[in-house]
């Protein structure tokens, strides 16, 4: 009996078709943007979780390359703090537990994407200009949040090693921290102005209101 599923292919080649998967479900994610009604902002952050998951998953051959940051900011600016933080969640959540490992980590991804989440919310004002995105502003605040965000999860090895172990691996991990802030930039650069105008169409209301009607009274 013949096995043709049965094909071994170099790590070149799955990145290949792993970026060709990435592009059907993006494409196919445009295709269901358009079916949405106006301001339908959680429609819309389940098509933007889909992404997430979806594009950590595919790019996980490439270190530390991933677009969850630069959706939560963006998530963050245009529909505010709550949102997505919850998208955040999600992302980290369903992401390792399909496939990419889960532990004490994923909170500390959790809230370290919530928080770039919060930061766009709170950078609103400098990010999108009459429901437009500024594409400077936001590759820079993409860029430090990439190395702030790898700082803060790597805290979750003092779960299992001694304080004195952080400040090497914080040094052996900046070849990563680049990846992750190149990435960014390159995402930005790839899609922050067709997302932005997604976005715009199903935003109701400014992140600032956003953020206060998320804070305790």
Same mark, same amino acid.
């Given at each position: 009996? &013949? !096995?043709? $599923?049965?094909?071994?292919?170099?790590?070149?080649?799955?990145?290949?078709?792993?970026?060709?998967?990435?592009?059907?479900?993006?494409?196919?994610?445009?295709?269901?943007?358009?079916?949405?009604? !106006?301001?339908?902002?959680?429609?819309?952050? @389940?098509?933007?979780?889909?992404?997430? @998951?979806?594009?950590?998953?595919?790019?996980?051959?490439?270190?530390?390359?991933?677009? /969850?940051?630069?959706?939560?900011?963006?998530?963050?600016?245009?529909?505010?703090?709550?949102?997505?933080?919850?998208?955040?969640?999600?992302? #980290?959540?369903?992401?390792?537990?399909?496939?990419?490992? $889960?532990?004490?980590?994923?909170?500390?991804?959790?809230?370290?994407?919530?928080?770039?989440?919060?930061?766009?919310?709170?950078?609103?004002?400098?990010?999108? @200009?009459?429901?437009?995105?500024?594409?400077?502003?936001?590759?820079?605040?993409?860029?430090?949040?990439?190395?702030?965000?790898?700082?803060?999860?790597?805290?979750?090895?003092?779960?299992? #090693?001694?304080?004195?172990?952080?400040?090497? &691996?914080?040094?052996?991990?900046? /070849?990563?921290?680049? &990846? $992750?802030?190149?990435?960014?930039?390159?995402?930005? #650069?790839?899609?922050?102005?067709?997302?932005?105008?997604?976005?715009?169409?199903?935003?109701?209301?400014?992140? &600032?209101?956003? @953020?206060?009607?998320?804070?305790?009274?």
């Amino acid at each position: 009996m &013949y !096995d043709f $599923h049965n094909v071994a292919l170099s790590p070149i080649q799955s990145l290949f078709l792993n970026i060709a998967t990435l592009s059907i479900i993006v494409l196919s994610l445009i295709r269901s943007e358009r079916s949405l009604r !106006d301001q339908s902002q959680w429609g819309m952050l @389940v098509l933007l979780a889909v992404f997430g @998951v979806s594009g950590r998953i595919l790019l996980d051959p490439i270190p530390n390359v991933q677009p /969850v940051t630069v959706l939560v900011l963006m998530a963050g600016a245009y529909f505010g703090a709550p949102r997505a933080i919850a998208l955040a969640a999600t992302i #980290a959540l369903a992401s390792n537990v399909m496939l990419l490992g $889960h532990g004490p980590w994923t909170l500390f991804q959790a809230v370290g994407w919530g928080a770039i989440g919060l930061v766009g919310a709170l950078m609103s004002s400098r990010i999108v @200009v009459d429901g437009r995105v500024r594409i400077g502003p936001l590759a820079v605040i993409a860029a430090a949040s990439g190395l702030a965000f790898n700082w803060f999860v790597s805290l979750s090895i003092l779960l299992e #090693a001694g304080s004195s172990m952080l400040v090497p &691996y914080l040094l052996n991990g900046l /070849v990563f921290d680049l &990846y $992750h802030v190149a990435g960014n930039v390159l995402f930005v #650069a790839w899609m922050a102005s067709p997302l932005g105008e997604m976005l715009s169409r199903h935003r109701s209301s400014p992140a &600032y209101e956003a @953020v206060r009607d998320g804070a305790p009274n």
